[in-house]
């Protein structure tokens, strides 16, 4: 079963404007994760939270987690017609080796 | 190999026949994962090994699904008496273990399969 709510679905949005998607789960984590996904491609790892941080930061992503409300944003600054694909959420339930449970993904349309 | 690599990267197939899957992944990952991904959703955990060992099993749908990694490398998904339901993309993904795991897992390209 998905443990991660993704919102929204879609979103599309001018090249140089920013994005964020939001991520809730239920359970509590060790982890959370983002993932990029282009069409018909595999997953690509973009950024790791540890439930411990509250916000992270890597080029032009931002993450932030609310543990307490059990929910994660990504901030994709200054959009590029490149950063087109579907953005998936993901929790690691268990401490050690990573069993991710993956929400159902934004699908992110840049516009140039 | 420089990442995990999958094949077949698609499968064609008809209901009832017996389907196997392979993944090599990145040299020296321990750990090795099976996703199931459908049409707009995200990926479905199916199994999990630990070097020949399968660690967590408890995604697997059911009795028709088996994988298996006889010598802790590459792994074998089998799945027996297709169904047009099983259509979907396999993906394969692989990781360290801790201290060395940072986390993230590296996946590939998947095995796309169409059950007619």
């Known amino acids: 079963s998905q443990q991660g709510e993704e919102d929204p679905q879609a979103l599309s949005i001018q090249e140089g404007e920013n994005a964020t998607m939001n991520c809730s789960y239920k359970?509590?984590?060790?982890?959370l994760q983002w993932y990029r996904q282009n069409s018909g491609r595999g997953l690509v790892h973009l950024i790791l939270?540890?439930?411990?941080?509250r916000e992270k930061h890597s080029g032009r992503l931002r993450v932030t987690l609310d543990t307490s409300k059990k929910s994660s944003s990504l901030l994709i600054t200054a959009s590029r017609a490149a950063d087109t694909a579907s953005y998936f959420c993901?929790?690691?339930?268990?401490?050690?080796?990573?069993?991710?449970?993956f929400g159902q993904g934004t699908r992110l349309t840049i516009n140039p | 190999g420089a990442g995990v690599s999958q094949t077949p990267s698609n499968k064609v197939t008809e209901k009832g026949k017996y389907v196997e899957l392979r993944c090599d992944p990145i040299?020296?990952?321990?750990?090795l994962y099976w996703y199931r991904q459908s049409l707009g959703q995200g990926p479905e955990f199916l199994i999990y090994f630990q070097g020949t060992g399968a660690a967590d099993d408890s995604g697997l749908p059911n009795d028709r699904f088996f994988a298996v990694r006889p010598e802790g490398s590459v792994s074998t998904l089998k799945i027996q008496r297709t169904e047009r339901g099983d259509s979907a993309v396999y993906l394969c993904a692989s990781s360290l273990l801790p201290p060395q795991n940072t986390g993230e897992l590296f996946f590939g390209e998947g095995s796309r399969l169409t059950v007619l």
């Open positions: 359970t509590s984590i060790n982890n």
């Open positions: 040299s020296g990952h321990t750990a």
């Open positions: 939270i540890r439930s411990n941080e």
């Open positions: 993901a929790t690691a339930l268990i401490q050690g080796a990573q069993k991710l449970v």
